[in-house]
């Protein structure tokens, strides 16, 4: 196979040294040579995944006149210099969601949950006027139980988030 994930890896460093430049192959590899072709192949793919500048390659005329892909400009970009981080670079961070649910809402949440369930009004009335008391740290405290039921039912989980909607 063409794709070699090993000089895809090399590829990227290389344009990663000079970043925000472009990388000069000239002195590394020659059209016509063997592994011209595999280079411009894996620049391609890496440009196709939007891991590299889409200058990297360009189709001009060959002497026999087809248009054949050369190495042009080779420059990783943002994406790629995130993919050479260890630790997924700003991409990480900034495609993070972070969740937060104060001890009010929750508790809401709760209440709802219990009012729409199938159990007997005085059950309901129970558990409401336990969960209207809780102090903070409490229904905190109840929010890592409920959480550890939901691991401890891990097929059931499964069947919930698999039919949440898109």
Request: a negative charge; hydrophobic letters at 40%.
């Amino acid at each position: 196979m063409i794709l070699d994930r090993k000089l895809q890896l090399e590829l990227l460093e290389k344009m990663s040294s000079t970043y925000p430049d472009f990388y000069n192959f000239n002195h590394e590899y020659f059209e016509g040579t063997g592994g011209y072709a595999e280079v411009v192949a894996n620049l391609y793919y890496l440009q196709q995944h939007n891991l590299i500048e889409e200058r990297s390659t360009l189709r001009s005329n060959a002497m026999d006149g087809l248009k054949r892909l050369q190495i042009h400009l080779p420059t990783i970009n943002q994406n790629g210099m995130d993919f050479l981080a260890n630790d997924g670079g700003l991409s990480a961070i900034l495609s993070t969601v972070t969740i937060k649910i104060d001890t009010e809402q929750f508790r809401q949440i709760l209440l709802m949950k219990v009012s729409e369930s199938n159990l007997p009004l005085d059950q309901k009335n129970q558990i409401t006027s336990v969960l209207q008391e809780l102090p903070a740290e409490s229904i905190k405290h109840l929010s890592t139980k409920l959480l550890d039921l939901g691991w401890d039912n891990l097929g059931s989980l499964m069947q919930l988030i698999q039919n949440i909607p898109a």
